[in-house]
T-cell receptor, first 113, second 112 residues
C-alpha cells in the first residue's frame, strides 16, 4: 500500500475485554514500532520489531500487552483484559532502514468503557 | 534509557515571526534526531531530521541545529504562517536496532 495502514480506526471495548489492533507497514519496511499516545501527550514507545524479531519491548506497560510480527510484515498489538487507563491512540510506524524517517499510520483510537 | 525533554509545552507567536523549540536528550549514543508535526486528529509527519555528523540542517523556512556536546537540539521556524499551527515533537534514536523516543510536544499557535 501507499502508507502505513492501521485497523480498526476506532475501537470501543468494555473493561475486561481483549482487543487486537492491526498494523500493515509500508511494503519492504524492516522496522516497525508501536506507540501509545494519550490525549495531549507525545507518543510513548511500546515495542519495536526488526523484521520478525522483537528487539525491544521495554515500553509495554504490563503483561496484558503483547505484540507480534510473525512474518516480518503485518503486526498485531493485543491487549488483554482492557482497563480504562488503556484508553489512548495506538500508533504504528515503519521505516525502511535506520536511522531514517519513520512513517506513521493514522492510529487506532481505543476507548475502554 | 534515553530521555527526551522538550520545551516550551506551548508557544504562541505572531504570524511572520520566528518560533524556536528546544529539546535535550540524555543518551550520548543517540545519533538521529527527527522532528514531527502533528495536526489535530492526524498522524505525526516528519518535517526535518538531523544526524549527529552535522550541526545544522535547513529546509526552506525550517532549520534544525544540534549541539552534541551539550546534548541539545532545536527547531527553528522562520516567517511563520497560520498553517504552521500544530503540535511539534522532537525525538532521538541511537539508530540501527533502536527505538525512537519522543518528547512530550510543543503546541504552536500562530496568531493573526
Amino acid at each position: 500500500g501507499a502508507g502505513v495502514s492501521q485497523s480498526p480506526r476506532y475501537k470501543v471495548a468494555k473493561r475486561g475485554q481483549d482487543v487486537a489492533l492491526r498494523c500493515d507497514p509500508i511494503s519492504g519496511h524492516v522496522s516497525l514500532f508501536w506507540y501509545q499516545q494519550a490525549l495531549g501527550q507525545g507518543p510513548e514507545f511500546l515495542t519495536y520489531f526488526q523484521n520478525e524479531a522483537q528487539l525491544d519491548k521495554s515500553g509495554l506497560p504490563s503483561d496484558r500487552f503483547f505484540a507480534e510480527r510473525p512474518e516480518g510484515s503485518v503486526s498485531t498489538l493485543k491487549i488483554q483484559r482492557t482497563q480504562q487507563e488503556d484508553s489512548a491512540v495506538y500508533l504504528c510506524a515503519s521505516s525502511f532502514s535506520r536511522p531514517s524517517e519513520a512513517f506513521f499510520g493514522q492510529g487506532t483510537r481505543l476507548t475502554v468503557v | 534509557g534515553e530521555n527526551v525533554e522538550q520545551h516550551p509545552s506551548t508557544l504562541s507567536v505572531q504570524e511572520g515571526d520566528s518560533a524556536v523549540i528546544k529539546c535535550t536528550y540524555s543518551d550520548s549514543a543517540s545519533n538521529y534526531f527527527p522532528w514531527y508535526k502533528q495536526e489535530l486528529g492526524k498522524r505525526p509527519q516528519l518535517i526535518i531530521d538531523i544526524r549527529s555528523n552535522v550541526g545544522e540542517k535547513k529546509d526552506q523556512r525550517i532549520a534544525v541545529t544540534l549541539n552534541k556536546t551539550a546534548k541539545h537540539f532545536s527547531l527553528h521556524i522562520t516567517e511563520t504562517q497560520p498553517e504552521d499551527s500544530a503540535v511539534y515533537f522532537c525525538a532521538a534514536s541511537k539508530g540501527r536496532d533502536d527505538k525512537i523516543i519522543f518528547g512530550k510536544g510543543t503546541r504552536l499557535h500562530i496568531l493573526p
